[in-house]
């Protein structure tokens, strides 16, 4: 699809706490905004051969719309309080592990789980942005993976990862999609913050107080074959360092795109066979072996090495 082919305008049908932002997103790339008219979920092209070829066509000649997206992230917020608003929940921005995994989960889903449980005290997922916000039902958004660097700066992860055996590099989707919706709930933490709406004190202490947010999009490195999208970080992260001057915003943030190193990506396929073999199972949130002969602590330690050894690609 070439910029400029827009095939319908108009509002996305879509409510809650982002209703609007994707067709601001939309209008600035120059998609076809006609699913959005529908009510149909934002995909930012479709398929990967759609979204390379409008990563391919460089940055659009207007800034994206960082500024317009916040502000009007908020008069969502505003409109539902106005509309007898309810309590956001208490679950929002936890620091905690979720770390309950179906025997059926697979891909980026049983990596996420993996992560949470193998890793330290300063990994978790699944960290709500937005339930409670308004009325509608956001339970589901959510940040993959967050990782604590310091004290005051932390990672929000997009996980992108379908197994080996998926004939897929990445999830269900592309670079770019996952890219705009990290930074959506990216913005919606900003105004969290600055509307004080993250509840003091308990496990959301860490994320109230925070300084700096890295937004990284990680997979492994064929995830970004054929996209052309350097400049993405680079006219996202103008636009949010000048809503955070505009908005005297608390907290810095930025958009990167990283690769799980290939040494990871060898290991945790031979972790998938064992655990498809079942000879390594995942079982009430904890990872136990059903074979003598594999040395559980052993892969329990090379993951705790290598997973967090992502780098970005884009560098």
Known sequence: MQRGQKKNG????CGGTLAGVDQLFYDWLE????????????DYGNTPAVAREICRQGPPEKSPPITEAFQAIQGNLDG?????????TESNYRWEKQLNMQAHNSGEKRLEKLA???????????VPVCSGFTWAREGGRAIDLARKVSESECQFIELKYAGQNSGRAGGADHPLYAAMELLQYGLV?????????????????YLNNVEKIQLVVLAPKEFYDGFEMQWLPRVVNGGLAELRKQEELPV?????????SEEFISFYHQLEDLMDDLRIVYENANIKSNDPGVD?????????RL????KNHFS
Do not use: H
């Open 189 to 205: 933490f900003l105004m969290a913050r600055k509307r004080s709406l993250i509840k003091a004190g308990g496990t959301r202490m």
């Open 10 to 13: 108009g509002e996305s049908m």
């Open 116 to 126: 949470a449980c193998i890793l330290g005290d300063d990994w978790v997922n699944q």
């Open 296 to 304: 559980l602590a052993q892969s329990q330690t090379n993951f705790r």
């Open 80 to 88: 539902a309080l106005k509309a007898g608003g309810r309590p956001p």
């Open 31 to 42: 998609l076809d905004t006609g699913r959005l008219v529908k009510g149909i979920s934002a």
């Open 252 to 260: 810095e943030m930025s958009l990167r795109f990283d690769v799980l």
């Open 307 to 310: 997973f967090p050894e992502y």
